[in-house]
């Protein structure tokens, strides 16, 4: 197994390699049991959990290099994962052994790959050779020929579906019109197809965004789109309902249905209260993340989601202060944050207590950053720090995290966050206050 590229492997190689080690163990040990197993579905009941916590823990060590993560999403490292016969042909996947292990992920951090992408345009009137923003525009005629041979084909197909779009009323029409489109037109540098279509239709929509706001035209979203590369060539397709990775499996955690349930209760019972809207509304908030939404906006949508449950009508001055003082408090000393503090997936009980205040200082200067970051980034600061995988996974946890904490308190009888009297026991920044004053200091 050889693979003839600059290889720059990343500093924590050994710890990617263990995890990538744990996840060949999966396969191999079903590679072995599943011989004399005659029960159907042992895969998907035994062995593919561990294979999914065993994937997520490789693709976060992977992608906390920026320069993997500007290459490469986890969808790529997913499909790369679990399609191994498509990329080497000398072995299957559960023979490999830890040499091979180590050339098949130093994929991952060797150089990128160009991709060639064309978007067509409901825009005409754009001459050839037209540039705006990274997309340069070019007609039908001047697209590569492999590609112009697949449009063609294609045509055949969405004839009777599109022809009336196009005014068409003969198939000869449909094709004079088709061939009349042009596209947008640009190279990206990737090391995998699902980042590659992630950066374009970036870069696509920021060129068609010029053009919207330049002559208000309410053209949609560009999605679909066509790319090569070398000899290769693929099409994106406006989102399909089924994932490309086929179904998740629902994990039915108790711990955590319960906050489902809650919720749900909140919508049938039809509860006014302003924890019940907040926390509905933070949900629909963060149901606008989609996986080909750009890391940025994941992460703005993340923090503004956090917003939306933890602050109030009294919450609006000094809002990145007040944020980082209610996480900190509400989620500081929650099992969750103590594992990722100290760095242990099950902390005791003794580590828990005495680490409790440094856990709580830690996370208010990690939401402290994190809100600089996201106002930065909202007010479109010359100086901002470019937002990264990493910051949208923080992000969307304590988004998470103090979701679960509202609900639970919820639950207890918290239905409100602003205070409607000095003393008031169904509101969050009560609760809070009580907290932070409760504690005696002590008279020498």
């Known amino acids: 197994m050889s693979y003839q590229r600059e290889v720059r492997r990343p500093s924590n190689f050994k710890e990617i390699l263990a995890e990538a080690k744990k996840l060949l163990a999966v396969v191999q040990k079903y590679n072995r049991d599943a011989k004399n197993d005659s029960e159907e579905h042992?895969?998907?009941?035994?062995?593919?959990?561990?294979?999914?916590?065993?994937?997520?823990?490789?693709?976060?060590?992977?992608?906390?290099?920026?320069?993997?993560?500007?290459?490469?999403?986890?969808?790529?490292?997913?499909?790369?994962?679990?399609?191994?016969?498509?990329?080497?042909?000398?072995?299957p996947f559960?023979?490999?052994?830890?040499?091979?292990?180590?050339?098949?992920?130093?994929?991952?951090?060797?150089?990128?790959?160009?991709y060639h992408f064309f978007f067509?345009?409901?825009?005409?009137?754009?001459?050839?050779?037209?540039?705006?923003?990274?997309?340069?525009?070019?007609?039908?005629?001047?697209?590569?020929?492999?590609?112009?041979?697949?449009?063609?084909?294609?045509?055949?197909?969405?004839?009777?579906?599109?022809?009336?779009?196009?005014?068409?009323?003969?198939?000869?029409?449909?094709?004079?019109?088709?061939?009349?489109?042009?596209?947008?037109?640009?190279?990206?540098?990737?090391?995998?197809?699902?980042?590659?279509?992630?950066?374009?239709?970036?870069?696509?929509?920021?060129?068609?965004?010029?053009?919207?706001t330049t002559y208000d035209f309410d053209l949609r979203k560009l999605a679909r789109c066509y790319w090569t590369k070398g000899k290769g060539y693929g099409s994106v397709e406006p989102r399909s309902s089924y994932d490309p990775f086929g179904w998740f499996r629902h994990p039915n955690i108790p711990e955590l249905e319960r906050y489902a349930t809650t919720m749900t209760d909140m919508i049938r019972k039809a509860d006014n209260s302003e924890i019940a809207k907040k926390c509905l509304s933070a949900v629909?908030?963060?149901?606008?993340?989609?996986?080909?939404?750009?890391?940025?906006?994941?992460?703005?949508?993340?923090v503004i989601s956090l917003e939306a449950i933890l602050l109030g009508k009294n919450d609006k001055e000094l809002i990145g202060m007040k944020l980082r003082e209610k996480v900190a408090i509400l989620v500081g000393d929650t099992p969750a944050w103590f594992a990722e503090h100290l760095g242990k997936e099950d902390p005791t009980r003794e580590e828990c207590e005495a680490n409790r205040v440094a856990a709580r200082i830690d996370l208010s200067k990690q939401v402290y950053d994190m809100y600089d970051k996201r106002s930065k980034f909202a007010h479109a600061d010359n100086e901002r720090e470019k937002v990264t995988e990493s910051d949208y996974r923080f992000a969307t946890m304590i988004f998470r995290l103090s979701l679960q904490r509202v609900?639970?308190?919820?639950?207890?009888?918290?239905?409100?966050?602003?205070?409607?009297?000095?003393?008031?026991?169904?509101?969050?920044?009560?609760?809070?206050e009580f907290q932070k004053y409760s504690t005696p200091l002590g008279w020498p």
């Open 42 to 91: 042992v895969w998907e009941r035994e062995y593919e959990p561990k294979w999914q916590e065993a994937f997520k823990q490789l693709a976060k060590l992977i992608l906390e290099s920026k320069t993997v993560a500007n290459l490469v999403s986890r969808d790529d490292l997913r499909e790369r994962l679990q399609n191994v016969w498509l990329y080497e042909e000398k072995k």
């Open 120 to 212: 067509p345009l409901q825009l005409t009137g754009l001459p050839d050779g037209y540039s705006v923003g990274l997309s340069v525009v070019h007609e039908f005629n001047v697209l590569p020929e492999q590609l112009k041979t697949h449009l063609s084909q294609e045509w055949d197909y969405s004839l009777e579906g599109e022809k009336m779009s196009y005014g068409a009323e003969t198939k000869e029409e449909y094709l004079e019109a088709k061939k009349r489109e042009t596209y947008f037109c640009f190279d990206v540098e990737a090391l995998g197809v699902f980042k590659a279509g992630e950066i374009a239709t970036r870069i696509a929509n920021q060129s068609l965004n010029i053009i919207k």
């Open 94 to 114: 559960f023979e490999f052994s830890d040499k091979d292990l180590e050339n098949y992920l130093d994929y991952f951090f060797g150089r990128s790959d160009t």
């Open 284 to 302: 629909d908030i963060y149901g606008l993340i989609e996986r080909e939404t750009p890391v940025e906006v994941r992460f703005l949508l993340s």
């Open 407 to 432: 609900v639970s308190l919820y639950e207890k009888g918290i239905r409100m966050v602003a205070k409607a009297d000095t003393v008031d026991k169904e509101s969050l920044d009560f609760l809070i």
